[in-house]
């Protein structure tokens, strides 16, 4: 059973930074693409970011130049470093994963960590 495990979220004040984690059991190499989600109050889940296996990302709008995403396959850990952070960054940050299987192939999900950007 795939299991992801996010970690580092807290509170910060505005212009300030913080580094999500998030580890996976086994090999991310199984995954074609890792990212990181976010659903703030009374909003939709909206993509922040992704990265696929070959090191290719995109980014939301709205964070582009201050959010990084990176893996490291070795730890089986994808990272999203987040700096400038504003108060319409608090939400809470999913990390999600995909891999083919199906019809649409498969989706799995982290449990999620607070994100709270104090102005």
């Given at each position: 059973q795939v299991q992801?495990?996010?970690s580092g979220g807290g509170l910060v004040q505005a212009g300030g930074s913080l580094r999500l984690s998030c580890a996976a059991s086994g090999s991310i190499l199984?995954?074609?693409v890792m990212g990181w989600y976010r659903?703030?109050?009374g909003k939709q889940r909206e993509l922040v970011t992704r990265i696929t296996s070959g090191g290719s990302t995109n980014y939301?709008?709205?964070v582009k130049g201050r959010f990084t995403i990176s893996r490291d396959n070795a730890k089986n850990t994808v990272y999203l470093q987040m700096n400038s952070l504003k108060p319409e960054d608090t939400a809470v940050y999913?990390?999600?994963a995909w891999m083919p299987g199906g019809p649409v192939g498969v989706?799995?999900?982290?449990?999620?960590?607070?994100?709270t950007v104090s102005s």
């Open positions: 992801l495990v996010e199984r995954f074609n659903q703030a109050p939301a709008g709205s999913y990390c999600h989706d799995y999900w982290g449990q999620g960590t607070q994100v």
